[in-house]
Nanobody, 128 residues
């Protein structure tokens, strides 16, 4: 699967952005999808993940309920709605996918090594 992230930009603190991750391929609904973010010189950090059917979701504790992940399998797209943005949210945001075999239970993957496919990243900059 190939992933294309978009929707980043420059926004003032308190503003909102919605990121999109569009996937190619016919088996999108067989993949867990996650968002990570990374700043220069730092490791890639987990933001949120959503199970292949959309019924399982997990967020980083650091988000304080400001972000919402969702997916539309008919459109091969995962979204990350980001509200009340803060300067510390500034980063390159990456979407990632990992294949889930039929019948497997959700493992809530939160580490970069658990994901096999990555998008190119989209820059989010929040000004104070």
């Amino acid at each position: 699967v190939q992933l294309q992230a978009s929707g980043g930009g420059l926004v003032q603190a308190g503003g909102s952005l919605r990121l999109s991750c569009v996937a190619s391929g016919r088996t999108f609904s067989s993949y867990d999808i996650a968002w990570f973010r990374q700043t220069p010189g730092s490791e890639r950090l987990f933001v949120a993940t959503i199970g292949k059917s959309g019924g399982n979701i997990f967020y980083s504790d650091s988000l304080d309920g400001r972000f919402t992940i969702s997916r539309d399998n008919a459109k091969n797209t995962v979204f990350l709605q980001m509200n009340n943005l803060k300067p510390e949210d500034t980063a390159v945001y990456y979407c990632a996918a990992t294949y889930v075999a039929y019948g497997s239970s959700w493992s809530c993957p939160r580490a970069p090594y658990q994901y096999d496919y990555w998008g190119q990243g989209t820059q989010v900059t929040v000004s104070s």
